[in-house]
Every structure is written in structure tokens, then in C-alpha cells.
């Protein structure tokens, strides 16, 4: 099956760092999907990106299919922006394979 | 608009004991699918469906039953626990783009 690997395992950041977090997947995909999961273990949608970039506020997003990459930029980063951020990759409608995840620490 | 839930949100178990993890969704949603995830992991697929009807094995379904018998609800059933079982489990269901995700069950298997 399709392997997703995501990179930096562990990052810690002073509030206001900015950070690049990145996901490598090992075939051709017709969905990626970027979340954040909270301390308390909520899982939160923050982009679909199959290709291109999309921005929402500080967080932005870019996949580049043809490479079988996607990258999170978060910019002036906040304690609440803590937590495990997961790349999820779909071949199949309704069926995900998903990172390791990418955990998050930022530091007031 | 209540989005994914799911029920309970914990639930102790002793080994052998079976019992049903229930989820529900009010968006219409054709896809559905169960992952869980076991600490400092991320999600594995347990089973999925496509709609009414229709399911499939995922990653890991050793262990777990599913069924869909309407759009809103996709029960996942445990038939004989056992302690590598224990984890959290999320359900989520998707339009073609966008997963949304329940709160999650934590289940311990005693």
C-alpha cells in the first residue's frame, strides 16, 4: 500500500517562530488532506490539498502531486497551535492513510 | 447540525467481552470509515464504507465487524476482546474531498 512519511517527527518552537512541517508520499494520490489533532485529541480539518496552495490565515498549504509532496507553513506560531499535525493521502474515496504525524511544541 | 458522533467516549472492557462502538453522522455523507490510533501513532484504517450497504476492509480489521444498513449510522462491533485492542478510535465520514472526524472512544481492554 501507499507509505506516508512526515518530517520533523518533533518540533519545538518559540511563540512567533515559524516552521515547516512536510509530507512525502510514495504513490500517485486523489486526495491529501492536512489536520490538527488538539491535546485533547480532537481532530480538526485545516486544508484538502491534492495540488496548488491554499492559505487560511497564518497556515498555509502547497502540494506539488507531479513530486508526491505536500508542506504545512505555520507563521507566527502560538501556544494554541500546539499538537500533532497529520497528513492524510486517499487513493480511494473514504479510504486514508495517514503519517506518524508531525507533534508540535510552542513554547510562551 | 451535530456533525460526527460517536458513543460512548470510554469504555472499560474485560478480555473476551464483545460490545459495540457506535457512530452517527447528520451530513449525508456517502463515505464512512473507522480508524484507531494507538499512542504516539497516527490513525490506521479498521474497515470503511462507500454507502448504504457496502463495506471493506482496511489496514488492520482482524478482530472487528462493521455494517451499514443506513447512510447516518456505522456501528463498529469488537466480537471478542483482548488487550491489543485497546486504543482510541475514531470514526469519521467524508464527501469525496473532506474527512470529518467524531470525538473519539477510548477503550481499555482490561
Known amino acids: 500500500g501507499i507509505q506516508v512519511e512526515q518530517s520533523p517527527p518533533d518540533l519545538i518552537l518559540q511563540e512567533g517562530a515559524n516552521s515547516t512541517l512536510r509530507c512525502n508520499f510514495s504513490?500517485?494520490?486523489?486526495?491529501l488532506q492536512w489536520f490538527h489533532q488538539n491535546p485533547w485529541g480532537q481532530l480538526i480539518n485545516l486544508f484538502y490539498?491534492?495540488?496548488g496552495t491554499k492559505q487560511n490565515g497564518r497556515l498555509s498549504a502547497t502540494t506539488v502531486a507531479t513530486e508526491r509532496y505536500s508542506l504545512l507553513y505555520i507563521s507566527s506560531s502560538q501556544t494554541t497551535d500546539s499538537g500533532v499535525y497529520f497528513c492524510?493521502?486517499?487513493?480511494?474515496?473514504?479510504?486514508?492513510?495517514f503519517g506518524d504525524g508531525t507533534t508540535l511544541t510552542v513554547k510562551p | 447540525n451535530a456533525g460526527v458522533t460517536q458513543t460512548p467516549k470510554f469504555q472499560v472492557l474485560k478480555t473476551g467481552q464483545s460490545m459495540t462502538l457506535q457512530c452517527a453522522q447528520d451530513?449525508?455523507?456517502?463515505?464512512m470509515s473507522w480508524y484507531r490510533q494507538d499512542p504516539g501513532m497516527g490513525l490506521r484504517l479498521i474497515h470503511y464504507?462507500?454507502?448504504?450497504?457496502?463495506?471493506d476492509q482496511g489496514e488492520v480489521p482482524n478482530g472487528y465487524n462493521v455494517s451499514r444498513s443506513t447512510t447516518e449510522d456505522f456501528p463498529l462491533r469488537l466480537l471478542s476482546a483482548a488487550p491489543s485492542q485497546t486504543s482510541v478510535y475514531f470514526c469519521?465520514?467524508?464527501?469525496?474531498?473532506?474527512?470529518?472526524f467524531g470525538p473519539g472512544t477510548r477503550l481499555l481492554v482490561l
Open positions: 469519521a465520514s467524508s464527501s469525496q474531498e473532506t474527512q470529518y
Open positions: 451530513m449525508n455523507h456517502e463515505y
Open positions: 504513490d500517485s494520490v486523489n486526495n
Open positions: 490539498i491534492p495540488s
Open positions: 492524510a493521502v486517499n487513493t480511494n474515496a473514504g479510504k486514508s492513510t
Open positions: 464504507s462507500v454507502g448504504a450497504g457496502i463495506t
